[in-house]
């Protein structure tokens, strides 16, 4: 299994690499595992605040999950929950990650307002369960097995950076593309331009977006400690059409004119 990357890089950084890359225009896939993955992953039961619901013991896409966790290949970053956000899943995330891991947070907390706005400029694929989307997915993508071979060949074709709002099937649909074509990148950008379900980073009141996210894989937090690897790799182009704002939901991808997606 490739250990880690050497290089130590803080929270803002990591961003920084992320949004570099985006116009630098390199290809990477960026699968992101945070709370609802972890006890999806691990067979618990779970209920997402948009709604989608993992039952406990066997799932539909409980192995692919794992799968896409576990997976290690050139490009291909893992995001995980950092110790601060969850030290249990930090340190279970950890050992389960084959490939080159970020923050699973990178767009949220402290990053979420610059992560937001740089995000919208990019003109990218979306995939989302609106109606306005590139490619529509269900509403509810998650709880029940459907066959989502169609999205995966429609994402083949994709001939731009292609971003993904589909709770944890974003992570199965990028690591199944990503085994098949590597020339456009591929991200799980989550719920981080819902304007429909407020979650507690979005909320300017509870205080997260102040918080800056670090991680320690050992028995004890440190204060102000920093990941070990931080670094993610995405390509792509910046344009948007004049006066129209791409905005991503829990439920998919609204379009508004001459507006900017808030929390």
Known sequence: MPSRTARS??????LDEVLEDLKAGRPFALVRYNDGEYKA???????????????????????ALAEALTYSAPGYWVGITPSCCGIRAARWYAKQASG???????????????????LTKVDAFWVASDSRADLVIPKDCVTDAWDYGRIIESILKATKPVFISAGPLANVLIHRVWQRRRDVSLVDVGSIFD????????DPSA?????????????????GATAPATTVVIGGSTAVAPGVTKVSTSSGVRVAPNTKPSG
Do not use: M
């Open 9 to 14: 890089h803080g929270f803002s950084e990591a």
């Open 41 to 63: 992953v691990r067979g618990e039961r779970y209920t997402a605040v948009d709604g989608w619901r993992s039952p406990s013991g066997s799932w539909w896409l409980k192995d």
């Open 100 to 118: 080159r891991q970020t923050f699973g947070t990178i767009f949220n907390n402290a990053n979420y307002r610059r992560a937001q706005a740089e």
């Open 195 to 202: 304007t429909e379900v407020l979650r507690t980073y979005q």
């Open 207 to 223: 205080g997260l977006q102040n918080h800056v996210c670090s991680w320690v894989y050992g028995s004890k937090v440190a204060a």
